[in-house]
């Protein structure tokens, strides 16, 4: 799977392509609203305003909202349970 992030107007993208299967990505994100995962610090989810899952099963672009920077969500794809599993 290869993953790429990039900063956007409104936040971080993360665009995920190969072996990626969209409804992992959406149970990431899910996990990450539950507060069920590690993998990024309180303070970068509080800087998190929305979180949406588009495309399909080996191209899924998972947009990010808020004022929260690309070195913090490439650090905490690194950390994911679910992506590095």
């Known amino acids: 799977m290869k993953k790429t992030v990039f900063s956007t107007q409104n936040g971080v993208n993360i665009t995920f392509s190969g072996?990626?299967?969209?409804?992992?990505?959406?149970?990431?994100?899910?996990?990450?609203?539950?507060?069920?995962?590690?993998?990024?610090?309180?303070?970068?989810?509080?800087?998190?305003t929305a979180m949406e899952v588009k495309g399909e099963d080996g191209a899924v672009t998972l947009e990010l909202g808020g004022e929260v920077s690309k070195e913090e969500i490439e650090a905490a794809l690194a950390r994911s349970k679910v992506l590095n599993g």
């Not at 969209?22 to 989810?45: H, L, P, R």
């Open 19 to 48: 072996e990626v299967k969209k409804q992992n990505i959406v149970q990431m994100v899910q996990n990450c609203a539950e507060g069920k995962c590690e993998c990024m610090s309180d303070e970068t989810k509080a800087k998190i």
